[in-house]
């Protein structure tokens, strides 16, 4: 069974960091491309961040770029998102999931909280 | 640019049957989407792919009930026989150059 944990949300303060975890099992994840997918309160699914199976490419969103780094350890099959400089409109929950083959899978998510 | 559009809100009756629409920006009409379902206070769930030709594959363990289609620019998901844990939200989501798309959802409610 496939089966995505995330890990590491909880409230930080403007400016702050947070590390976000997913670990993963049930699949080869070494195989596949993932992804961090963030839901703001009462709003609607938006795309985060992607890295590649071997962890080389990563791309990001223009809100986030320059302040999120994505990345995994295939050997800990584990993915995760370092999230610096954070502000009020990244309260979200944050959702991994793995990409499509034949597939999409996803966690149950972590919620992250930018409050003073 | 690459935009998904849905409807905010749907019904129907319990049994009854409905059909989500998402539909993509001009220029993509080839594109393959994915729907995917939240319940409330849940996370999402993988439903299906539907391609352009109308072909539609679905996940793991997802009711015959939920089925998919295509005309054009818009992709389309139906739900027969309605029970009451169908009501969620429901979001269509693509493929860009670099990056998932998603649709804006649509709640669909059980009367």
């Known amino acids: 069974e496939v089966q995505l944990v995330e890990s590491g949300g909880g409230l930080v303060q403007p400016g702050g960091s947070l590390r976000l975890s997913c670990i993963a099992s049930?699949?080869?994840?070494?195989?596949?491309?993932m992804h961090w997918v963030r839901q703001a309160p009462g709003k609607g699914l938006v795309w985060v961040a992607r890295?590649?199976?071997?962890?080389?490419?990563?791309d990001y969103a223009d809100s986030v770029k320059g302040r999120f780094t994505i990345s995994r350890e295939n050997a800990k099959n584990t993915l995760r998102l370092q999230m610096n400089s954070l502000r009020g409109e990244d309260t979200a929950v944050y959702y991994c999931?793995?990409?499509?083959?034949?597939?999409?899978?996803w966690g149950q998510g972590t919620l992250v909280t930018v409050s003073s | 640019q690459l935009v998904l559009t849905q409807s905010p809100s749907a019904s129907a009756s319990l049994g009854g049957s409905v059909r989500l629409t998402c539909i993509l920006s001009?220029?993509?009409?080839?594109?393959?989407i994915a729907w995917h379902q939240q319940q409330p206070q849940k996370g999402p769930r993988y439903l299906m792919t539907?391609?352009?030709?109308?072909?539609?594959t679905k996940g793991d363990g997802i009711p015959d009930r939920f089925s998919g289609s295509s005309s054009g620019a818009e992709r389309y998901l139906i739900i027969s026989s309605l029970q009451s844990e169908d009501e969620a939200d429901y979001y269509c989501?693509?493929?860009?150059?670099?990056?998932?798309?998603f649709g804006g959802g649509t709640k669909v409610t059980v009367l």
């Open positions: 999931a793995r990409d499509l083959d034949p597939n999409i899978y």
């Open positions: 049930g699949f080869t994840f070494s195989s596949y491309w």
């Open positions: 890295i590649s199976s071997d962890g080389r490419v990563t």
């Open positions: 001009s220029g993509h009409n080839d594109y393959t």
């Open positions: 539907v391609n352009s030709d109308g072909s539609h």
């Open positions: 989501q693509t493929w860009g150059t670099a990056e998932w798309v």
